[in-house]
């Protein structure tokens, strides 16, 4: 039963016609704002529910209030008219009747009981004979739509469990409302007895309060509640906040002087009172504009990475042309151990500001950003606010660490409330639930750093300006590894540098054979290795100094676990080797491809994505389809299986950039001739043997030229990406753009052995 009171002069219409037949009218609810009085068709939701008018009356303004009861599901077909009231063409949701049902419904059907059970218990206004009469209803979608009239959810929510005409799905649905509604109440239940004995002792601290309060009357003491609301008055006035500032900081203090310090409300006002007259709301420190100094600043603290430098310089060019310029949103994405954070803090120095890093790695509430409203217990505000308060400036350099590892779950998006924060069009208004105020973030630097982008909602990512830090090449390493990484290491474990000495032989020996990566982390970590060695040895007197070569390396570090993959594995017919992007860099991608007796049968393996598969799968229909251009018996296909299987089993691997790799060890096994084995290649092709473009072509370039790879097969599309590959990369390997697969196979395929049958 509802009881609905009827205004509009054509609803009270549509009532009246309804009371002189047959009284059924039908119910839709609005989309977009369920309370709207005239909503257009284009804004009713389609699946709605046929009502019995039980009872009609009308008042003095002629307002009709009636009492409907619920007869059948209905789907909206099409809508005939609109006067005098709006007509519709519709289709009744059969539901599937039946006297028995699965053990899975009936388990749902008594989870359903036993929750409404509960619930009619700790809830005063519901009639306890509820759930005696939800057990008299055998049919498990009419228990499911009486329970989801009975509970207290939204009319959003009901609208969701109305369109469900599976009914177990609408059992699990209106099952799931029910929990969250028995765990609001029995929550409500906790927090009422833990307020009763709050009550009770706080009404014994008051009395004693009164007590001391006289004693400190008789010996001239001053009332202490009334010296901190005088302190909060002047910290207030002389802050010079903004006027809404100043206004809700004035309310919160007259709240707190009508408060008795003992209660629970004192100290959250006072919370309150400390956090919004703390706030750096005109404090600024001033940019260092010096061209030539940030760049000596940045040139010394990191090597290379010349882009993002670049756009740090251009950024205070701006800034000394043109004062009030915003600052930009940058997005510094690559490998980890690249230097993204470093170099946060290095631009935040030459700058001139104050930096304080974020780290959002796994947060999944939206009130980390936006802040917990002051209801709650232990309300606080947002990290941005934060992080304001910490630095106590309103334009530091905040750096948003980890955004693409930002969760999202029944607590909210933070990645949504990040889109004002991160957006200069908007942030001048920021408004943190707990401070409840719009504080300017227009002046704040904002740089975040990622891993990859893929995991960045398009909005956010939209709001950014991606600067790409793919890796490092040998010689980077090489220069780094000497200018900064061997000083720190030397210095955390209190070497001189007359006592330990790193050779150019001994650091290649540790990057090629102990490290593969495209940053520097396990670099210094090895570094660290050799160091803590030395510094033991010297500390027991056993040497005085070192010169540390390629015996010392494994010395210290033990026998190379890195060893070249690529020879040893291309000496057969059917093993390729490709280029892959991975969220730590490029990576060599072999695979290899073998075939036994059968009956035309493609297996895969490796762990592969469903994109990887298809281009198997393409790669050998192409084969097949040109197999007199390739010189292999037709007959071959139908009387053998075909195995393709790339190794690193466990690590899942997807992507369309395999397709040429794969199609090349496919002709290498048909044809019995090898690959090169200084060869690697990267493409997506097509059933007819086109080759096209794929991403990641420097990181991948990079991974190859770690590895010792003399020759790359890439598509023609990419030859503009190699632009952003370093020079001396260039000069170590010979590119080959091609378009066709007829031209990747006469350049991989060396020999004119036969196949052996």
Request: aromatic share 4%; charged share 25%.
């Amino acid at each position: 039963m509802l009881r609905l009171v009827v205004m509009q002069k054509e609803s009270v219409a549509l009532v009246d016609e309804a009371m002189q037949s047959n009284r059924i009218v039908g119910l839709l609810l609005s989309k977009e704002n369920p309370a709207e009085s005239h909503p257009s068709k284009e804004n009713l939701n389609v699946i709605g529910t046929s009502a019995l008018i039980m009872k009609m009356a009308k008042n003095q303004d002629n307002h009709a209030q009636i009492l409907v009861q619920g007869i059948s599901r209905f789907k909206v077909k099409r809508y005939i008219g609109q006067e005098p009231h709006l007509k519709a063409e519709v289709a009744y949701v059969q539901e599937p009747q039946s006297k028995q049902y699965d053990d899975e419904t009936e388990a749902l059907m008594n989870n359903l009981l036993d929750l409404l059970g509960h619930i009619a218990e700790l809830s005063p206004g519901m009639p306890k004979e509820i759930s005696a009469m939800a057990k008299s209803i055998k049919e498990p979608g009419t228990l499911a739509d009486m329970v989801a009239s009975t509970i207290n959810s939204s009319i959003e929510e009901k609208q969701k469990i109305l369109e469900l005409t599976d009914v177990k799905a609408r059992l699990k649905e209106v099952s799931r409302h029910a929990n969250h509604q028995l765990h609001i109440l029995e929550l409500g239940t906790k927090i009422q007895s833990q307020v009763k004995g709050d009550m009770e002792k706080s009404q014994r601290e008051y009395y004693l309060r009164q007590q001391l309060k006289a004693i400190r009357e008789e010996l001239g003491e001053s009332d202490e509640p009334q010296v901190e609301v005088e302190e909060y008055r002047t910290k207030i006035e002389s802050k010079n906040l903004p006027e809404e500032a100043r206004k809700e900081a004035k309310r919160e203090l007259a709240r707190l002087q009508r408060m008795h310090p003992s209660s629970a409300e004192y100290t959250v006002a006072t919370t309150y009172l400390d956090w919004i007259t703390a706030l750096p709301w005109h404090e600024t420190t001033q940019d260092n504009l010096d061209i030539a100094a940030a760049r000596q600043v940045l040139d010394k603290d990191h090597y290379g990475l010349e882009k993002a430098k670049k756009r740090v310089i251009e950024y205070l060019a701006v800034r000394k042309l043109k004062e009030d310029s915003k600052g930009p949103i940058l997005c510094l994405v690559g490998p980890p151990g690249t230097g993204k954070t470093s170099l946060g803090a290095s631009i935040a120095r030459a700058m001139g500001r104050k930096f304080h890093r974020i780290s959002l790695g796994g947060v999944r509430d939206e009130a980390e950003i936006r802040g917990h409203r002051r209801t709650y217990v232990g309300a606080l505000p947002g990290r941005i606010i934060q992080a304001l308060r910490r630095t106590e400036t309103r334009n530091p350099l905040l750096m948003l660490d980890e955004i693409d590892k930002v969760g999202s779950d029944f607590r909210g998006d933070p990645s949504s409330a990040l889109l004002e924060v991160l957006d200069p069009e908007q942030n001048y208004s920021f408004l943190d639930h707990y401070i409840d105020v719009p504080f300017d973030l227009s002046k704040v630097m904002f740089i975040t750093t990622a891993n990859i982008l893929d995991t960045i909602p398009p909005a956010l990512r939209d709001r950014m300006e991606v600067i790409s830090l793919p890796g490092y090449t040998m010689d980077e390493k090489i220069k780094i590894a000497n200018r900064y990484l061997i000083p720190r290491q030397r210095s955390e474990h209190g070497l001189k540098a007359d006592q330990i000495r790193f050779t150019k032989a001994a650091l290649k020996s540790i990057i090629q054979g102990y490290t593969r990566e495209a940053g520097l982390r396990n670099l210094e970590r090895e570094i660290a290795s050799v160091c803590r060695g030395v510094a033991a040895k010297i500390a027991q007197d056993e040497l005085q100094q070192v010169s540390i070569g390629v015996d010392e390396v494994t010395e210290y570090l033990g026998p190379a676990r890195m060893t070249p993959e690529a020879r040893s594995r291309m000496l057969t017919p059917g093993v390729a080797m490709g280029l892959a992007w991975t969220p730590t860099g490029g990576e060599l991608l072999f695979i290899e491809a073998t075939a036994m007796k059968g009956s035309n049968k493609l297996t895969l393996t490796g762990q592969l994505g469903d994109v990887m598969k298809e281009s198997a799968v393409a790669a050998l229909s192409f084969i097949r389809a040109n197999a007199k251009q390739f010189k292999i018996d037709e007959a071959f296909f139908e009387t053998h299986d075909i195995h393709v299987h790339v190794p690193a089993g466990a690590i899942p691997k997807d992507g369309p950039s395999a397709g040429v790799t794969m199609l090349t060890a496919l002709a290498s096994l048909m044809t019995g001739r090898t690959i090169r084995k200084d060869l690697a290649m990267t493409g997506e092709i097509t059933l007819r043997g086109q080759v096209l473009p794929v991403g990641g072509i420097k990181e991948k370039v990079l991974a190859a030229h770690r590895a010792g790879i003399k020759t790359i097969i890439l598509p023609a599309d990419n030859e503009k990406d190699l632009q952003e590959v370093p020079l001396k990369v260039h000069d170590t390997i010979q590119f080959h753009p091609v378009r066709a697969m007829t031209d990747v196979l006469k350049l991989a395929l060396v020999g004119e052995k036969e196949r052996s049958k």
